[in-house]
């Protein structure tokens, strides 16, 4: 199913911010809030994984239910596992569509990688506190 | 021993009235702070000594051989991408800055994927803004459009806006009227007086609708502009229009929506046609401590904000071409240094891909997801906590933050300076 990807701060995801390596901070970046309609069509439970693709590559996060969110419409805080599947176009502005990407989402029985894995996926090499 | 006054370092706010309790070199208890402030001050997991990679290895090195490696780095890259700055000091910026013009290197801040499109728009259209001291004592209308300050700026409304009582606004809560325009229901909607749900990407459409309000011509719109039925436009631009002083705050709702500074461009304008019948302002809700320094610091050395290319021998600026993300996905910088942000958790991961690719070195104080990217990070003091520095409030305000507890390591004026030396001597 289609949807367009928000993308934005949280208080958590700030907490955390200086503990990037921290399970509190994958749990936040990684998680996705669905209109629970939406979670209702697709099967999926809270907190189950589900993989988001967009053009650009996919990222497997866990949805969560906000009423909040439209329908048609996800939210995740911004981090690596947003941006791993944002576009680089920026229109010549410098800035890209960080919160516009169209995604297609459905569940999954992966799991949701840390952070260091996500960096070793595009190239970089694992740093251990 | 408890420490007053003291100089939150985390959000633009950049609160100056946390009571700070340290034993040692640790910070023990936090006052006044919000969650972020508590977090950063009680925050105990610094990196420790500079690490260095070698292939598939990281292995910790000394300070002078990093800075030894840095230097090296930087002198042999062709097209070097100097970037972040907007969580360290003023005097750190101007360094960067100085390195820049010897490098003929590329300098961007963070501003490149925050409020660079509302600098571009500002260039364009001016900004009527003010301090955040004459919102707090004046206005009795507050809009928040595309920005969500009790997740990211968590005391701008109690100390501000919605929760503080001014000079003229006894009783704040009571006297202020809040909207609130966003495309979700956001915490902040919550307990807006009047919130506006708008389409994504329609912000456009509605600041010309409400444009067309302010000026008369309400009657050339249709029964919904962006899915925002007319009549609480109408209502919207009737509480804007009487207010005694009105003051809009948009967020990156704004600036990385489409239109992106062509929206700003529309709010200020709005801004402006809103001044006709009363007095109005519009401001940026900057999100790094001190983003709005780098823009500062850049501006006054360079004549330009953001996206500096010195490759010419001279100050040349082209967002869209010379910002960090457009060079970074067209592979084009040999070598980045990062200073105070976090491009790996913050840049499209194509981007990322690059930074990999090629010798990226990190000053800060913690591991970060850049880390795994670089190929060697030096620990540094955070500004605020163990150095001191200037740094800009989000509405422009010069605020020296202080310096709370003694540790060993050094300010990153100190590390940035000691590689300066090197490549002044060496170019
Ligand atoms: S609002 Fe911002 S500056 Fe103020 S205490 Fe919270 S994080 Fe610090």
């Known amino acids: ?129 | 021993m408890k420490i007053e006054d003291v100089v939150c370092t985390f959000c633009g706010c950049l609160c100056d009235d946390l009571v700070v309790e340290v034993e040692g070199d640790m910070v023990v208890n936090v006052e006044n702070g919000c969650t972020l402030a508590n977090k950063k001050f009680m925050g105990n997991n610094r990196l420790k000594t500079p690490i260095k990679r070698d292939g598939g290895n990281w292995k910790k090195v000394g300070l002078d051989e990093a800075i030894q490696t840095a230097a090296g780095i930087l002198l042999d890259a062709d097209r070097p991408l100097l970037y972040g700055w907007s969580g360290t000091h003023g005097e750190a910026q101007t360094i960067g800055v100085h390195m820049a013009e010897l490098l003929g290197a590329v300098i961007d801040n963070t501003s490149t994927v925050c409020h660079g499109p509302s600098i571009m728009a500002i260039q364009e259209v001016g900004h009527p803004g003010c301090t955040l001291g004459q919102v707090k004592n004046r206005a009795d209308v507050i809009v928040y459009w595309g920005a969500n300050p009790i997740e990211a700026h968590p005391r701008h409304m109690s100390r501000y806006t919605t929760y503080a009582d001014g000079f003229f606004l006894k009783e704040a809560f009571r006297e202020r009227k809040v909207i609130v325009v966003d495309i979700r229901k956001t915490e902040t909607a919550n307990i807006a007086d009047e919130f506006i749900m708008v389409e994504p990407g329609a912000d456009y459409a509605l600041l010309s609708a409400l444009r067309a309000i302010v000026r008369g011509k309400g009657d050339v719109l249709p029964r919904t502009v962006a899915g925002v039925e007319k009549e609480q436009l109408i209502r919207v631009a009737d509480i804007c229009m009487s207010a005694k002083f009105g003051a809009m705050f948009f967020g990156l709702g704004l600036t990385m929506s489409r239109g992106k500074y062509k929206n700003i461009r529309n709010a200020i304008e709005l801004t402006e046609e809103l001044n006709r019948h009363t007095k109005f302002t519009i401001s940026p809700m900057r999100g790094h401590w001190n983003v709005y320094g780098s823009n500062e610091v850049f501006t006054w050395i360079t004549g330009y904000p953001f996206a500096v290319d010195f490759a010419r021998g001279i100050a040349f600026y082209n967002p869209g071409e010379t910002t960090s993300v457009d060079i970074l996905k067209r592979g084009e910088c040999d070598a980045c240094l990062v200073v105070g942000s976090d491009p790996g958790a913050h840049f499209p991961g194509d981007c990322c891909r690059h930074l990999a690719d090629i010798p990226t070195i990190q000053i800060d104080p913690h591991v970060n997801a850049t880390t795994h990217l670089s190929r060697l990070q030096i620990p540094v003091a955070v500004t605020g906590i163990d150095a001191e520095g200037t740094a800009y409030r989000m509405d422009g305000v010069p605020i020296r933050t202080r310096k709370v507890i003694d540790t060993t390591y050094p300010s990153d004026s100190e590390v940035l300076d000691k590689i300066y030396q090197i490549i002044r001597k060496e170019t």
């Open chain 1, 1 to 129: 199913m289609r949807f367009l990807l928000n993308t934005g701060r949280t208080i958590t995801q700030g907490s955390n911010v200086e503990h990037k390596n921290s399970e509190a901070y994958r749990e936040e970046a990684s998680t996705c809030r669905m209109n629970p309609v939406d979670m209702m069509e697709l099967d999926i439970e809270e907190r189950a994984p589900i993989v988001v693709r967009s053009a650009h590559g996919e990222i497997v996060m866990q949805a969560i239910p906000d009423a909040g969110q439209a329908r048609g419409e996800v939210f995740v805080c911004l981090g690596p596992y947003a941006n791993h599947i944002v576009s680089p176009e920026t229109h010549c502005t410098g800035m890209p569509d960080f919160k516009a990407t169209v995604v297609d989402i459905e569940p999954t029985t992966e799991g949701v990688w840390p952070v260091w894995k996500l960096m070793e996926s595009v190239g970089g090499c694992r740093y251990e506190d």
